[in-house]
């Protein structure tokens, strides 16, 4: 992407969901507890993305380092996880909500995986707004899929090592079809990215907040986009190029 005046709305939202277990136990609550009232903000991010016109969400929905959650807590997750593609496919299709998922998906149920196919299937051409999942989802693994992807066809001889740079790389990784993500969004106070769209958020703002991720509302996701369409994005590039005008008309 070439550098330009930050629009006022991004047009790819990532989001990172952190603090359902806070959330719960601030409460005295299970935090399989915390997780549904998570799910509940879901619906509000993607509210809001609809009212606003973006036009792609990436939510961290599970990744990969979950797994080594309890057992019960990552049972709960699924059992969730199952619920709400049961409960909200019908609906987001109906709104033009197109539905996507990217991880190992194999490392799920025979059962989830198939929800997870037909939410594919049937939102497919919906294009209002994609909403990406991430879930059993890692940065580090995507760039390494990539990598073998290249690596097998250079051993196929379908492709010379010559012609690899990273659009080659990138064009085999996930959301290789959509923009790079513009604002990252993390919840619950913690100043990372954990192993997320490493790739892909090279050149995205970050934005964090203090509030668990059920707490999250319309207010503070407009907070987000407000702070984003104020900054300069120059991606390596000097203000001067970036916004010639501005230079320009500014004060001595």
């Not at 969901?17 to 719960?24: C, L, S």
């Not at 090592?161 to 913690?190: K, N, V, Y």
Request: net charge neutral; proline share 4%; glycine share 8%.
């Amino acid at each position: 992407m070439s550098a330009d005046t930050t629009p006022a709305v991004p047009r790819h939202l990532a989001v990172i969901m952190d603090g359902n277990g806070r959330w719960a136990q601030r409460r005295k609550r299970p935090r399989a507890i915390g997780h549904r009232a998570g799910a509940r903000a879901v619906n509000v991010c993607i509210d809001f993305c609809l009212e606003k016109g973006i036009g792609a969400l990436t939510l961290f929905a599970f990744s990969s380092e979950n797994w080594g959650r309890p057992q019960d807590e990552v049972g709960a997750l699924m059992k969730l996880f199952l619920n709400a593609l049961d409960r909200e496919v019908d609906e987001l299709h109906r709104r033009g909500v197109r539905i996507r998922f990217i991880g190992q998906r194999e490392r799920f149920s025979e059962s989830l995986r198939a929800r997870m196919a037909h939410a594919e299937q049937l939102t497919a051409g919906n294009r209002r707004l994609q909403l990406v999942i991430a879930a059993s989802y890692g940065g580090r693994q995507d760039i390494a899929d990539a990598a073998r992807s290249l690596a097998t066809d250079v051993a196929n001889g379908k492709l010379q090592p010559e012609a690899i740079d990273e659009h080659a790389l990138a064009a085999r990784m996930s959301l290789a079809d959509l923009p790079a993500p513009d604002l990252f969004i993390r919840t619950g106070g913690d100043h990372r990215i954990s192993n997320f769209l490493l790739w892909q958020l090279a050149y995205t703002e970050l934005w964090f907040t203090e509030l668990l991720w059920p707490d999250l509302d319309v207010d503070a996701l407009q907070k987000a986009i407000d702070d984003y369409a104020g900054r300069e994005r120059r991606f390596g590039l000097t203000s001067a190029q970036v916004n010639p005008g501005a230079v320009e008309n500014s004060p001595a």
